[in-house]
């Protein structure tokens, strides 16, 4: 799947370090709220996306939205607290975002292909 991958590291590579002029510009609530948004709009469109193209470009806005939300987590934190405590709180954002989101998309991939495959053979 790295096809459904690319647009979004596209976007965070590029679009990253404007985020953070805007959101020094603008407010950083502001920023976060949008990017939320547009991620979770562009997300659940996905699941209505007539073809692949579609959900490639869908996937190129979520990455926008991806982009000014995750550099934004970082800082945050990084606001939030001190010492140790920002170096641990670091470390949990990581593990919530591989671990955590990569067996949530897993499962959610399995249970999916295996709809497809009980699909295909029935309509055999």
Do not use: L, T
């Given at each position: 799947m790295p096809a459904l991958s690319i647009p979004v590291l596209f976007g965070l590579g590029e679009l990253a370090p404007l985020f953070g002029i805007v959101a020094d510009l603008?407010?950083?609530r502001l920023l976060l709220a949008w990017g939320l948004l547009l991620f979770g709009l562009s997300g659940t469109a996905i699941a209505f996306a007539p073809t692949f193209g579609w959900v490639l470009t869908l996937r190129a806005v979520q990455g926008i939205g991806f982009s000014a939300v995750i550099p934004l987590t970082i800082v945050l934190i990084g606001d939030l607290l001190e010492g140790d405590s920002e170096v641990s709180g670091q470390g949990l954002k990581v593990f919530l975002?591989?671990?955590i989101g990569l067996a949530l998309a897993e499962t959610f991939f399995e249970a999916h292909s295996a709809q497809d495959h009980k699909k295909n053979t029935e309509d055999q």
């Open positions: 603008y407010g950083r975002e591989k671990f």
